[in-house]
């Protein structure tokens, strides 16, 4: 059970391949209403672009929340890109990283939330995010952005 699951009955969703895919607009709204916080567990959140003309996988910009005594985001860093030392990876890629990263802590369980509301606007908002999905497109539309949850 996924904990965005109280919120899908009020959003549009998709679902391809039998994956259930939120869209990310509507849930950000749901979010931002919200005066009971869910509680979240670790998960991946995947986002997609998704039009008439097809689906694209944001696979890059894919949401890791990782259990309280998971791996650090040092560790998590190193494993995806294959590098053997943090200073070895590019600037751009942590920065990225770091948006996309975040470790539950029970003292804390709003600040888990707050960053990944924080990363949904960043999808919806990035000049980077909105180019690539440009390029493949040609139009940008935040509100054809779908999330998965895993």
């Known amino acids: 059970m ?15 391949g039998g994956e259930e895919m939120l869209n990310l607009y509507e849930l950000v709204k749901c979010i931002e209403t919200d005066k009971t916080p869910p509680l979240i567990e670790e998960c991946i ?18 949401f890791c929340v990782e259990q309280e005594n998971g791996e ?46 924080e990363y949904f606007h960043f999808l919806m908002n990035d000049e980077e995010v909105q180019s690539e999905v440009i390029d493949i497109f040609t139009e940008f539309d935040n509100k054809k952005i779908f999330v998965c949850i895993y």
């Not at 996924?2 to 998709?14: A, E, G, Q, R, V």
């Not at 997609?48 to 890059?60: F, S, T, V």
């Open 2 to 16: 996924s904990f965005l699951d109280k919120y899908t009955p009020m959003i549009s969703k998709i679902i391809i």
């Open 45 to 62: 959140i995947t986002p997609y672009y998704i039009n008439e003309n097809g689906r694209y996988e944001l696979y890059q910009y894919e």
């Open 72 to 117: 650090t985001f040092e560790e998590y860093i190193l494993r995806i890109t294959g590098k053997r030392k943090i200073e070895e990876v590019p600037d751009d890629i942590i920065r990225i990283r770091r948006i996309c990263f975040t470790q539950i802590d029970v003292n804390n369980p709003s600040g888990i939330l707050k960053k990944i509301i």
